[in-house]
């Protein structure tokens, strides 16, 4: 097992003392948990599982390859789950309404795209889903978009023209750069272009499992030094040894990462994607765009969704997560930012 060292504490003057001391009391006495990335096949069941699970607050994937109009029916859709499941969920839109979900026993679910496509090719769109709800926006899901590059293409151009313009527009109006699904160069030009931090809400270092979807350690150093935030995920094609991935393997991973980022940039995305039909996959690797089958990160032996390890079948894994993380060597404060406040903390700088 990792026992990492304690931190050294940077010296500060005595007002700035007073102020980080009152922040550290506070912080010591919120305890968010916030999964940062589920795609599920909704209902209420799942809605009573998240709320088992302690989560205050949950970034859904509203849309992969649809365009404007048919985000718009994916909101009439969630307008449906609010009005039926009210006694357990509600739509969030800044960080208060984390702490609103806390003290109502209830979970904020927060709106995500994992691709552009509903902007189309309009900048002025990204206010109207704004308005709508949307708070994280991915710039590519694999493939080249209009903004930037995948990171399935051979060749990364970078931030597009328009992607430039995008981040600048979406940093105005309070919707953050999500970077999970892109390649390298592009990461790096959106850490660079976006005068806000950028998060990547569901993937894992390369070090740990080379896919083509994790990150490597040079772009998580330049994330965290920018002050932008990693969501480990739990989705097994990004685990080492996938389904039979252990526990404890993936809270040492998290401890090397700590390593790399400071712990306070680092949260959970755990991108579940519980009771959806093989036929969902599917249509998230192939949108529109082919007529030739793509089997993403799966094979044409293994073309479906991969099961989950046993210890996070669903949210109420994060109780295993949390012993895990004890186990390898993190204090209380470290695993509570880890499963949640540290979120809590970047959701502050949205608006």
């Known amino acids: 097992m990792i026992r990492r060292p304690p931190r050294s504490t940077q010296s500060r003057s005595s007002a700035a003392s007073d102020v980080y001391k009152r922040q550290l009391i506070w912080s010591l006495n919120m305890n968010y948990r916030i999964d940062n990335l589920q795609y599920c096949n909704w209902s209420r069941d799942i809605f009573l599982i998240n709320r088992e699970a302690g989560l205050n607050a949950v970034h859904v994937t509203l849309v992969y390859h649809e365009d404007y109009d048919e985000f718009l029916q994916r909101v009439k859709e969630w307008d449906r789950f609010f009005e039926e499941n009210s006694d357990l969920i509600f739509l969030g839109k800044t960080f208060e309404d984390i702490t609103k979900a806390q003290s109502d026993n209830k979970t904020a679910i927060f709106f995500g795209f994992q691709n552009c496509s509903p902007i189309e090719d309009d900048i002025n769109l990204i206010e109207k889903v704004h308005e709508h709800g949307c708070r994280f926006m991915q710039l590519t899901y694999n493939n080249q978009s209009l903004l930037a590059t995948g990171c399935y293409e051979k060749n990364d151009s970078g931030v597009t023209n328009f992607g430039r313009e995008a981040i600048k527009e979406m940093n105005r109006v ?106 969902v996959v599917e249509w998230m690797r192939n949108g529109t765009w082919s007529k030739s089958t793509n089997y993403g990160e799966g094979s044409k032996k293994k073309p479906g969704f991969p099961k989950q390890p046993d210890w996070f079948l669903d949210a109420r894994g994060f109780d295993n997560l949390e012993n895990g993380l004890k186990k390898v060597g993190f204090n209380k404060q470290e695993v509570d930012g880890i499963l949640g406040n540290n979120w809590f903390n970047f959701y502050k700088g949205i608006n």
Request: hydrophobic fraction near 35%; aromatic fraction near 4%; include cysteine.
């Open 174 to 279: 309070g919707i953050v750069v999500d970077m999970s699904h892109s390649a390298e160069k592009s990461t790096l030009d959106a850490i660079e272009i976006s005068e806000k931090p950028i998060a990547i809400t569901h993937a894992n270092p390369s070090f740990w499992h080379q896919a083509l979807r994790n990150k490597s350690d040079f772009l998580l150093k330049k994330l965290s030094e920018s002050g932008g935030i990693l969501g480990l995920s739990l989705y097994s094609h990004h685990l080492k040894d996938g389904t039979n991935c252990k526990l404890e393997s993936f809270c040492e991973m998290v401890a090397k990462t700590a390593e790399l980022m400071e712990v306070k940039n680092i949260g959970i995305g755990s991108d579940l994607c519980l009771n959806q039909p093989d036929s």
